[in-house]
């Protein structure tokens, strides 16, 4: 059967518990004023993973490859500074970064999502930015891990802390074709399901089939791509993985 794997962070889960600590921090907003602020609290997050990705990129291209949670932690009093907010303690700091670590939800959808897929016999993945065992540990402490259980022993999860290396560089989708080749003892058509085009279009370098998750980037700027966009998008998790069931279904494998 078809392999698809999903970027973690901001497609299988979602950043809003990392916005609400933010609101907290920046704001110090109650549950009752988080209408308020969380606007805020939300445009300052992305402006601030924005900046951060393209300095863990920009590390990984020069050949120091850096964590992209150290960025991020790294980043954190900086983006603070340019936008005009005092910068919080260092205990505050850290309050953000757990969330990270240990709070961050998957998408409503994202149970269903997985277990349309197992019902259909997909292998299934994450390829991530983000690290092994935090993955890992996310995925368990959600009670979804067994979703990219291989075996016994083996864990459909391809961190880039591992290649020391960022996507979308080629060599990490590559890994992840050989691994699941590996694994699978089967050459099957890969998809890829995320909400960022430099990811998906990275993918598609190395014959994924991709899908557009439209809840972070809204619009996919396939003039930057040479007029090539997604196979297919959606608007949530579930949507995308339903679409992609149907269309491989319609579709021969890629050897023939």
Not at 10 to 20: K, M, N, Q
Request: hydrophobic fraction near 40%.
């Amino acid at each position: 059967m078809p392999a698809v794997a999903f970027d973690f962070l901001g497609t299988l889960f979602s950043f809003e518990p990392v916005i609400d600590r933010l609101d907290q921090v920046l704001f110090g907003t109650n549950e009752h004023e988080k209408c308020k602020t969380q606007s805020k609290a939300e445009r300052f997050y992305f402006q601030w993973m924005g900046s951060s990705l393209r300095d863990y990129f920009g590390a990984s291209q020069a050949g120091r490859y850096c964590p992209l949670l150290t960025v991020l932690s790294s980043t954190l009093p900086r983006e603070l500074m340019i936008e005009g907010y005092p910068v919080p303690s260092k205990e505050e700091m850290d309050k953000v970064m757990q969330v990270f670590r240990q709070e961050i939800k998957p998408y409503d959808s994202a149970l269903k999502a997985l277990e349309l897929l197992k019902d259909n016999k997909w292998d299934i993945w994450v390829v991530t930015n983000g690290g092994y065992a935090n993955t890992v540990s996310l995925l368990s402490k959600n009670n979804i891990l067994d979703y990219f259980r291989k075996g016994d022993d083996e864990i459909n999860v391809l961190s880039c802390d591992d290649l020391m290396i960022s996507k979308p560089h080629p060599k990490v989708y590559s890994e992840l074709m050989r691994l699941n080749v590996h694994r699978t003892r089967r050459i099957e058509n890969f998809y890829l399901i995320g909400s960022h085009a430099w990811d998906l279009a990275g993918a598609k370098n190395v014959s994924f089939r991709t899908v557009f998750l439209t809840t972070e980037e809204k619009i996919y700027p396939t003039e930057m791509y040479d007029g090539v966009g997604p196979d297919l998008q959606g608007d949530s998790v579930l949507e995308c993985v339903q679409l992609m069931i149907d269309f491989e279904k319609k579709k021969k494998h890629f050897l023939n």
